[in-house]
């Protein structure tokens, strides 16, 4: 079993910046990619960033040039860095680690983004 556990979510202005972490514990051999998925109201959940164990990243579209995905696997905790939030930032954010001997994503339980205009 993997644990996952964000923290830095938090209500900031329109062109503010916030830096998410999430921690991973228990059995951290199990874990290869990790990324973070966000999900408005009413909306489904997507994808916003994922990086390989080798620091290879992956963005939505979206988020490209804004949000910085990183990952320090000595602490086995990866990071989202977001710059020039918008209101439509305005999400629950996840944190998902796939396993690398099955094909479960643990998930996290969310932390909080909101953007005010």
């Known amino acids: 079993q993997v644990q996952l556990v964000e923290s830095g979510g938090g209500l900031v202005q329109a062109g503010g910046s916030l830096r998410l972490s999430c921690a991973a514990s228990?059995?951290?051999?199990?874990?290869?990619?990790m990324g973070w998925y966000r999900q408005a109201p009413g909306k489904q959940r997507e994808l916003v960033a994922s990086i390989t164990r080798g620091e290879f990243t992956h963005y939505a579209d979206s988020m490209k040039g804004r949000f910085t995905i990183s990952r320090d696997n000595a602490k086995n905790t990866v990071y989202l860095q977001m710059n020039s939030l918008k209101p439509e930032d305005t999400a629950v954010y996840y944190c998902a680690a796939d396993s690398v001997y099955t094909t479960r994503r643990y998930w996290g339980q969310g932390t909080q983004v909101i953007v005010s205009s």
């Open positions: 228990g059995n951290i051999f199990d874990i290869a990619d």
